[in-house]
């Protein structure tokens, strides 16, 4: 009864707001890919387009991960500089790529003149990309200078959208194998490292804090507000809230303890997640070239994935409170978002399309759709 009753937990202000931000994340992340694609595909211009990984890149993924792991626990002292300096670039990387289509709404709805500035890298330069990628760059250096959980956890979301939207699953074969090997991978490091390691590695990588550049500058030309400027900060390789949620919003006071979730637990979800919205947007473009609006109906397998990620979050929460240890979150999320998205297409004897993968769709039939 008593280990009941510690599940009222998960309906604390932090729990809630660590599942509803990671199942928004999950899916804006598929989504996003999905409109990434049609972009390339709309504007036929494939020097950003993603990378699709085939089964010998599946499988270096673990490994690569592991020996990051690795590299970060022995040596992350003596390198958190480059670490964070590497991590700023890439944050306001992803941030200008999330913020991009809502600056071309604006643009389109208004009506706005955007005259072309400069050039850089063989690409052109319009001025609201640049006051855009200003404003992205600000983002970054508010969270060096001040470290805040809620800017640690933007960059963090904009950091899985774009990866989810430039590293993609050709098929549900692939997948499986990438899912697979990450389940053995986050078991192994979550439970068994410490027997190999004297320490769990996972855990210590993703609670070490990186010392902050800008600190360090800061001291050694002896410049004012140096006390403004945090010493330590917490990477966005991960979403953080804090146990006393009004505690880490209100400035001045205590925040405590943090719930944490790495972006992988969302990122590699939501790989899966795109690539079956991929294939749900595929199926109905093909019932409309048919004009069989019935065929199109059942469809939709994004949302029983979505479905499956939740349940899966919820109970690794709630085993951990259970345990009162950390858990690898891929244990409950691998089982939860792929054997439902099998068990249906099996069902619906569309498995082998789905295994081996959508045909590629040709320019010339895309330019035709778009007429």
């Known amino acids: ?8 937990y998960l309906l604390e202000p932090a729990s809630l707001a660590l599942v509803v931000t990671a199942i928004f994340v999950t899916f804006a992340s598929a989504s996003r890919a999905l409109d990434h694609g049609k972009e390339m595909e709309r504007n036929l211009d494939f020097s950003e387009a993603s990378i699709t990984l085939d089964r010998s890149q599946a499988l270096m993924i673990p490994l690569a991960s592991s020996c990051s792991l690795l590299l970060m626990f022995y040596l992350f002292s003596s390198m958190s500089h480059l670490v964070t300096a590497f991590t700023a670039i890439a944050s306001a990387s992803a941030l200008f790529f999330c913020f991009s289509p809502y600056v071309a709404y604006i643009k389109s709805q208004f009506n ?10 063989s690409k052109s330069f319009t001025r609201s990309q640049g006051i855009l990628l200003l404003l992205c760059i600000g983002i970054v250096v508010a969270w060096l200078v001040s470290g805040h959980w ?5 960059l963090g979301i904009s950091i899985c959208i774009a990866f989810v939207s430039h590293v993609r699953l050709p098929n549900i074969k692939i997948c499986t194998l990438l899912l697979v090997c990450l389940f053995v991978y986050d078991i192994f490091w979550v439970f068994f490292s410490e027997r190999f390691f004297g320490a769990n590695v996972m855990v210590s990588v993703a609670t070490q804090k990186a010392s902050n550049p800008v600190h360090t500058v800061a001291n050694s030309l002896s410049l004012p507000g140096l006390q403004l400027i945090t010493k330590k900060l917490e990477l966005p390789v991960k979403l953080v809230f804090p146990r006393n949620l009004m505690g880490g919003l209100i400035p001045g006071s205590t925040a405590g303890e943090y719930m944490m979730l790495g972006l992988g637990d969302m990122a590699i979800p939501g790989m899966l997640l795109a690539l079956v919205l991929c294939f749900d947007h595929q199926k109905n473009r093909d019932t409309e070239i048919s004009l069989d609006t019935s065929s199109s109906k059942g469809h939709k397998y994004i949302w029983y994935g979505l479905s499956g990620y939740a349940v899966g979050l919820i109970t690794a929460l709630a085993a951990g409170i259970l345990s009162q240890s950390p858990q690898p979150a891929l244990l409950y999320l691998v089982p939860s ?3 439902p998205v099998i068990f249906l297409s099996w069902l619906r004897n569309e498995l082998r399309e789905l295994w081996e993968g959508a045909r590629p769709i040709s320019i010339d039939k895309a330019h035709s759709m778009g007429v």
Not at 1 to 8: A, I, R, V
Not at 150 to 154: D, I, K, M, Q, T
């Open 112 to 121: 706005l003149m955007d005259p072309f500035v400069s050039r850089c890298c």
């Open 150 to 154: 809620v800017l640690n956890n933007l």
């Open 1 to 8: 009864m008593e280990s009941l009753w510690k599940l009222t």
């Open 337 to 339: 978002t792929l054997g």
